[in-house]
């Protein structure tokens, strides 16, 4: 038996936001992450439409981008305090995530970090609290799926949370958000939504209710992902959609091995300066990926398929899933993305040579594939990888050589 999860209502079009003032309850906590929600009026939006619908708003700010274990920590004893009968996040995927795990340990203060870890073994929330979710970016969908991705900055690993019982309540995907977003954020958050739509839709859990999302996702994501990043406002908002689709299809049908190996070197090299923003991370993996899991002759065909879709031509799969891999590279080239991680600058753009010195990345990689081939996002890759070919494929992606096993 498969099990297919949403949340029970979506609004979504122009001044979605206002939905808030339908929520019915007596005390809303607003979790926001850096700033960009307070500046662009829409977190004193989203106060006053809750205070309209009579609740009393407490408002936790300051989130960071890859939200911390100790920031989850925090927030759960503001919501302890508080005792909010909603949870409403508002932001990017790390205040939405960030608010997910606190919602956990706000339900159930003994669970501990390593328990919400564990995939799928959430104990059922919703005693205390339900959760409204606010994406303002387009890219990681949290307001609709099962996930949540928090850091522990002590081991520099990216941990990814899965269980239904995270799924929000209510989406809101209102594009007004969305279009205040800076370029680059516009790049990142859109391949990563491409990344999600291309790896569920290869997932051996993937099923004839996720196919469609993830195959029109990506046909909306070639459509309008480029001109969203040069400012067509009206590709922006259709950007917010896409990625939304391609949110329902990996909830249900989870990713693979790119976001394993985007979440264990994103934070891996931090010690240099930066992270690999995940999206980033993505774009570059994924050619490599596709590469390496189309060895299997199965796996070649559903890459063939997404290649039809989108009508990128050839006669033969083997011609087919080179066109893919070309249409992504070009991509990350139109959006201003190296291919690879050893012309990764710390500020994310193309550079000769990036932050991650060669010798460190080099010391590190047999750690990070270890990492990557337990990430709860590997087992349902189409092709099981062994650590010595995840290590190599990870070298694909630093030198940007080709994945020829
Ligand atoms: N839960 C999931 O299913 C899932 C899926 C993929 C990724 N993730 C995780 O989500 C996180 C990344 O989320 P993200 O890419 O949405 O970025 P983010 O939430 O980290 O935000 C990045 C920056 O953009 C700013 N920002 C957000 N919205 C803006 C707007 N509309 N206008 C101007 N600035 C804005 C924020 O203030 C922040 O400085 C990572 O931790 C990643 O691992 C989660
Ligand atoms: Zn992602």
């Known amino acids: 038996m498969a099990r297919f999860t949403l949340p029970r209502d979506l609004y979504h079009g122009k001044g979605a936001l206002e939905a808030l003032k339908i929520l019915t309850g007596n005390r809303a906590i607003v979790c926001v992450g850096g700033g960009s929600m307070k500046k662009f009026g829409f977190l004193d939006k989203a106060v006053s439409y ?21 920031t989850v920590m925090r927030g759960a004893e503001v919501m302890s305090e508080f005792q909010p009968d909603w949870i409403v996040a508002m932001g990017g995927g790390s205040p939405i995530d ?10 159930y203060p003994e669970v501990t970090f390593e328990d919400m870890c564990k995939v799928f073994g959430l104990p ?5 609290a339900k959760f409204c979710a606010i994406s303002s970016t387009s890219g990681t969908a949290t307001e609709v799926t099962a996930f949540s991705v928090i850091t522990d900055n002590a081991k520099g690993i990216k941990y990814p949370l899965a269980d239904f019982e995270i799924t929000p309540d209510i ?25 999600h739509a291309v790896e569920a839709y290869v997932s051996t859990a993937h099923c004839d209710f996720t196919d469609p999302l993830a195959l029109h996702a990506i046909k909306m994501i ?9 400012g067509d406002t009206e590709k922006r908002s259709n950007m ?13 049908a989870l990713l ?14 931090s010690d240099y300066g930066a992270h690999i923003i995940h999206g980033a991370a993505n774009a570059m993996y994924l050619p490599k990926v596709i590469a390496f899991n189309a ?37 990350n080239s139109q959006l201003n993305i190296p291919q690879c991680i050893k012309n990764y600058g710390a500020d994310s753009y193309p550079v000769e040579n990036g932050f991650v010195p060669e010798k460190i990345f080099l010391e590190r990689v047999h750690d990070i594939a270890v990492n990557a081939i337990s990430d709860a996002c590997t087992g349902s890759n189409p092709r099981q990888p062994s650590v010595e070919e995840m290590e190599k494929l990870l070298k694909c992606c630093y030198y940007d050589t080709e994945v020829d096993f």
């Open 50 to 70: 809750l205070k309209e619908a009579g609740m009393e708003v407490k408002i936790f700010e300051g989130i960071e981008s890859d939200p911390s274990v100790e």
């Open 98 to 107: 960030a608010a997910k795990a606190m919602w956990i340990k706000y339900e």
């Open 124 to 128: 059922k929330l919703r005693t205390k």
């Open 171 to 195: 989406a809101i995907v209102d594009p007004d958000l969305a279009q205040t977003m800076p370029k680059k954020l516009v790049a990142h958050t859109g391949m990563d939504a491409m990344t």
């Open 222 to 230: 070639k459509s309008a992902l480029v001109g969203s990043y040069n």
């Open 240 to 252: 917010h959609n896409a990625q939304c689709l391609a949110g329902m299809a990996f909830s249900n």
């Open 256 to 269: 693979g091995i790119v976001h394993s190996m985007a979440h264990k070197t994103g934070a891996a090299f």
């Open 295 to 331: 060895k299997n002759a199965a796996v070649a065909e559903r890459y063939a398929q997404i290649a039809d879709f989108i009508e990128l031509g050839g006669n033969t799969v083997d011609e087919k899933i080179k066109l893919l891999i070309e249409y992504l590279r070009g991509m």
